[in-house]
Each structure stands twice: as structure tokens, then as C-alpha cells.
């Protein structure tokens, strides 16, 4: 199973050229994972990081881009669980424009949690492990990044 997430593209996402800026591709994936807590989780990502103070910090990513955004569409931001270790997991990530449905990039990402006070990794806890495994998908299923 997938997660979808909805994201504007707004005039601070593209650069002079009125393309999606490289970077803002990895902000759209980032603000689709805070989207999966806050639909999925029973308890949102803001709460995670100030009250239980754990974080996901990427340790690794590989990326695609295949077709640019433009300022005014609508991404279509499709996360997958492709991984789930004993503290990190694996992501797939999907943009596509809504309009046309046509794919843009996509991307892997490992992140870890970490105890953001000791900042260490730390084990995934039991509701973090059910949580990504209600969403492991296949990675050989997900779009080579």
C-alpha cells in the first residue's frame, strides 16, 4: 500500500527559469512523510520531534528527475515503505503532475531515527514498526531511482 500526498507548487518552489528548483523535489517528499504521520499515525510529526523528540535524519538518498514542475501544478506525492530495519527504513518516493499524470522524479530514502537529545540512532519502536508495515511495499515494484 501507498500513501498519497497533495502538494501546490507555490512561486518560492521554482527558479528563474519557472521550473520546480532541484532541491524543493526533496522538500515535497519531506512534507509528504510529515503528511503520512499526520493521516496515518496517532500522533502527527510535530509531535514526534517536540514531545517524544525523536527524528528521522536521512542517511541516505538516490534521485531521478525525469520531467520538470512549473509554478501553479499540482504534484502528486506517492511515498512507499520499501524497508523496514531495526532503526531505519526505506522510502520510494513518486511525483507526478496531476494535469497529465506525467512522472517527474523519484527518489530513495533511508532515514534513521534518532533520539534527538542523545542524537543517536535508536530502534524503532513497536508502533513506529506496525505503522511503516501496514505500508511495506515490494521495492521491485517502486521506479528505479
Known sequence: ???????????????????????????????????????TAPFGYPALITEKRLGFPTV???????????????????????KVG????????????KRDAVLCFTATITTVLMDLDARRPVPL??????????YLTDPATQPRS
Do not use: N, W
Open 1 to 39: 500500500m501507498a500513501y498519497t500526498s497533495i502538494q501546490k507548487i507555490r512561486f518560492d518552489d521554482v527558479d528563474g527559469a519557472g521550473i520546480v528548483y532541484y532541491p524543493r523535489f526533496l522538500h515535497l517528499c519531506h512534507a509528504a512523510f510529515e503528511d503520512f504521520f499526520d493521516a
Open 60 to 82: 541516505h538518498l538516490e534521485a531521478d528527475f525525469q520531467a520538470p514542475l512549473s509554478y501553479g501544478d499540482t504534484a502528486v506525492v506517492t511515498l512507499a515503505v520499501t
Open 86 to 97: 531495526t532503526s531505519s527504513m526505506t522510502l520510494g518516493y513518486q511525483i507526478c503532475r
Open 125 to 134: 519502536t513497536t508502533e513506529l514498526k506496525e505503522l511503516f508495515g501496514r
